[in-house]
């Protein structure tokens, strides 16, 4: 059983298309990230969501939009793709946004997405 | 700027060597540390995470140290193996995100 799942693993397209990244995890977690891994390999948060609520927003274009439907299921929807969105694109969760409590600070990650615009 | 840098970038050592990865972070601030491991096309796998109030953690042949005035963390790999071979990423907890550094990549020769 997967712990946190990404569709589609590969993604190919063209510019200006519209895409999403699915995330799902079944570890009953109440937070979840989106990171992205650019080409020198740096990962950096885009997005965070605890208990389908945003918590977390950093400096990413208004195309990307995250959507939680329920604690479980984070999905990242993409418009009007350009170049510089290709990248490897990690889901993560972890039990709690409570930065306080040492257990609830441990990501488990997704295998990634790689996306690769043309 | 909270930023994290690893050295080195890439480490190539013989079977059964004992080695030493580095981590430093600008901002004190931290609330834990955490290092992971990802193998190439995989995603991200926990290792070890010191809080704050820890020096050290350790788990079977890693160790991971924690030294927040001086703003270093590291992670000591006892008689490596093949299978360590992997891309090692340290990330500091400044609130609710991590800030990663952008790895060390480790090749252990048989």
């Known amino acids: 059983d997967t712990a946190v799942s990404q569709t589609p693993k590969y993604l190919v397209t063209q510019m200006g298309n519209d895409k999403s990244i699915k995330c799902e995890q079944n570890?009953?977690?109440?937070?979840m990230y989106w990171y992205k891994q650019d080409s020198k390999k740096f990962l950096k948060i885009m997005f965070s969501?605890?208990?389908?609520?945003?918590?977390i927003n950093e400096t990413v274009p208004n195309r990307f939009s995250p959507k939680s439907p329920d604690k479980a299921h984070l999905n990242l929807h993409i418009n009007s793709l350009e170049l510089g969105d290709s990248a490897v694109y990690f889901c993560a969760s972890s039990p709690s946004a409570n930065i306080l409590n040492s257990g609830a600070n441990v990501l488990t990650f997704g295998a990634g997405s790689r996306l690769t615009v043309l | 700027k909270q930023e994290v840098t690893q050295i080195p970038a890439a480490l190539s050592v013989p079977e059964g060597e004992n080695l030493v990865l580095n981590c430093s972070f600008t901002?004190?601030?931290?609330?834990?540390l955490q290092w992971f491991r990802q193998d190439p096309g995989k995603g991200l796998t926990s290792l070890l995470l010191i809080q704050s109030s820890q020096r050290e953690q350790t788990s079977g042949r890693l160790n991971a140290s924690l030294d927040k005035s001086s703003g270093r963390s590291t992670l000591y790999i006892a008689a490596s193996q093949p299978g360590d071979s992997a891309t090692y990423l340290c990330a500091g907890k400044y609130g609710n995100k991590l800030v990663f550094g952008a790895g060390t990549i480790l090749r252990v020769k048989s």
């Open positions: 969501y605890n208990n389908k609520e945003l918590i």
């Open positions: 901002d004190s601030a931290i609330y834990n």
């Open positions: 570890l009953g977690h109440d937070t």
